[in-house]
Every structure is written in C-alpha cells, then in structure tokens.
C-alpha cells in the first residue's frame, strides 16, 4: 500500500462537534487482506467529536474462506470485530487522556485514515481452527474427514531403513 494514498478514510475536517455516523464499505485488496477475504468489508462508523479529541467507535464485518482442518473443504468464516480509536488534536490533550493508545492528529488533516487499523482487527479476528462445524452431538459435519479418507490408502512406500525396528515389534508383541 502507498503511504499517501486514504483507504478508508474519515473526513474530520467541516464536520460539527457532535456524534456523527458514517458506514463505508471497503475492498480487501485496497486495505491489504490476503485473497481469502473474498467479499467486501463493512465499516460502522461512531464518531465523537470534540474540538480536541476525536473518539471513532468502529464496527466491522466481512466473511473470509479457509480450507476446512478436517476434510479440506472450503469454509465460510465470519469475520467481525469492535474497536474504538481515540485521536487528539495537541500533545496537551493526548497527555491528560493517560491512554498510549490515543494517537495525535494534525489540525489541519482532513481526513483520517482507518484502513490499517481495519485490516489490523480483520487479521486479528481470524479464528484459529477453520471447521465445517459441529452437530449437537459434537459429531463433525464435514463431508468426509480426512482420517476416512486416508484410511483407504495402504503405505506402499515403505523405508526398509525402518524394517529391523519393525522386526523387533512385532517381537514384543508376541512375547
């Protein structure tokens, strides 16, 4: 991504004191997620604005799609994510705010730009197992497992390096 160029930008500038509520749609290409997020992102918007702090509340959501850990399949998995940005006009305010997480934003901006921070939580809100999912009875409903489908295939590529450690167990078990 360029540094100059806005991927999901906020205009702060010409915009009254008050709460303000915006929803951009965004493309995943443009704010840089990888290919599985097939479909755009939707971004809801809360903005509180004072003369010195600017207070984004940001809704997000979108779908991504992963092979399934079981069968391999291609899986749907919903990707949602709640945040709040904080911005301060001057040193002064970000210092009696006491958050590291408030960011200083220049007065004469225009515009903020929360595409980062948007493909930051997507990233982040990936889970970490992708499953077809679940019956009530916590059976898999997958279509076909991978250890049914693998149970099918012989090894018929056996190492011989391996034939003398084979030996010895099937003499332990006869003894």
Not at 3 to 32: C, M, W, Y
Not at 38 to 46: A, Q
Not at 71 to 78: D, K
């Amino acid at each position: 991504m360029k540094k100059n160029e806005l991927h999901i930008p906020i205009r702060i500038s010409g915009i009254a004191d008050g709460q303000h509520d915006f929803v951009v749609t965004a493309s995943p290409g443009d704010i840089g997620l990888p290919q599985e997020f097939p479909t755009d992102i939707e971004v809801r918007v809360h903005m509180d604005k004072t003369h010195s702090q600017i207070i984004l509340t940001i809704d997000m959501a979108s779908s991504a799609v992963f092979p399934c850990d079981r069968c391999l399949e291609p899986v749907t998995v919903p990707v949602a994510q709640h945040f709040v940005l904080m911005y301060a006009r001057d040193v002064a305010s970000a210092r009696t705010l006491e958050d590291e997480e408030v960011r200083l934003v220049d007065p004469s901006d225009a515009f903020i730009d929360i595409g980062d921070d948007v493909r930051d939580y997507a990233l982040l809100s990936i889970p970490m197992r992708h499953t077809c999912g679940e019956d009530a009875d916590g059976n898999p409903r997958c279509i076909q497992p991978l250890e049914a489908a693998a149970s099918g295939l012989e090894d018929t590529h056996a190492d011989p390096r391996w034939e003398k450690l084979r030996t010895l167990r099937t003499e332990n078990s006869q003894s």
